[in-house]
């Protein structure tokens, strides 16, 4: 069975359509899981999204790798990863209501 999401890199240096070929030629779980623009078609399994990243960074130090990720669960299953030269870090989606706006209110 497993948890499917989905996923979107985005790759910010001069040369990015050639790492992300790099990537999903030497890859196979990135080339299953993202097209050739960083996006997936259907949602997939990619357990190892961040060891993988994380260690493809080090090939491309100057390169900033933004993994845009929302589970199959959605709402706060929602995230991105940052990836540079062998390091990363995740953010989760921060949801929250509105304040109260009495004059939005109808009979």
Do not use: C
């Amino acid at each position: 069975m497993g948890y499917y999401s989905n996923y979107q890199l985005l790759i910010l240096h001069k040369d990015s359509d050639a790492i992300m070929a790099d990537l999903r030629e030497n890859n196979e779980e990135a080339r299953v899981a993202m097209d050739e623009n960083g996006e997936t078609d259907t949602p997939i399994k990619w357990y190892d999204h961040e060891r993988q990243l994380k260690e493809f960074s080090k090939k491309y130090p100057d390169a900033m790798f933004q993994l845009h990720g929302e589970g199959e669960s959605g709402g706060e299953d929602t995230w991105q990863f940052y990836f540079k030269n062998g390091k990363g870090y995740k953010d989760f989606v921060i949801m929250t209501f509105p304040d109260f706006d009495e004059s939005k209110m109808t009979e």
